[in-house]
């Protein structure tokens, strides 16, 4: 598998089915099929990042537009005022499955604390 074969790569091209919530030029973000909450929705760049620490300076503004759309959905959805959580797993101990740089957006309870060693 090539560094642009990952599933998420594959879904952007519409090869895959998954229920697309948010799209813009630069990123579109999906529903997690695994939810970790009742509000799981993954927001990816179009462009191939493996993960947050393979990022070059000239690409640090792609967490900057994740971030913004996964804000501007929660608003969008009503549950901003309410509260969410966004997290970026980073490699393997990071618990990163998926190579390719994606934030997560958890919402639609109230979340535990996390960060724990397992």
Excluded: W
Aim: one cysteine or more; aromatic letters at 10%.
């Amino acid at each position: 598998m090539t560094d642009e074969d990952t599933i998420f790569h594959r879904i952007a091209r519409r090869e895959i089915p998954a229920d697309i919530v948010y799209e813009d030029d630069e990123v579109f973000a999906f529903r997690d099929i695994a939810p970790q909450a009742p509000v799981h929705v993954l927001f990816v760049p179009k462009e191939s990042v493996r993960t947050l620490d393979a990022m070059k300076p000239s690409q640090a503004q792609i967490v900057g537009k994740l971030a913004y759309a996964a804000a501007e959905y929660a608003r969008k959805e009503g549950f901003a005022e309410d509260g969410y959580r966004v997290v970026i797993n980073c490699n393997g101990h990071g618990g990163q499955t998926v190579f390719q740089l994606h934030l997560h957006l958890l919402a639609g309870a109230q979340l535990g604390r996390f960060g724990t060693p397992k």
